[in-house]
C-alpha cells in the first residue's frame, strides 16, 4: 500500500482501513506474545501501513479545514 493509493480514498474509507489495520496489528502483537507468529517483518510493515494511513487522514482534515 502506497500514499498515492490512499489519498485517492475518502476518509470513511481509511477510517475502515485504519481499522482493520489496528485489528491485524493487536492480532500479531497476540500471536508474537503466544510464539505462534509465522512471519515476524509483517508487524513491521503493519505499523507503517497504519502510519500511512494516519499521515493521509491528517492532510485531508487540514486541507478540509483550510478551506
Known sequence: MNATELRDKTP???????????KEAF???FQSATGAMENT???RVVRRDIARVMTVLNEKAAAAAAE
Open 12 to 22: 470513511d474509507q481509511l477510517r475502515d482501513e485504519l481499522a482493520a489495520l489496528k
Open 27 to 29: 492480532n500479531l502483537r
Open 41 to 43: 517483518a509483517r508487524t
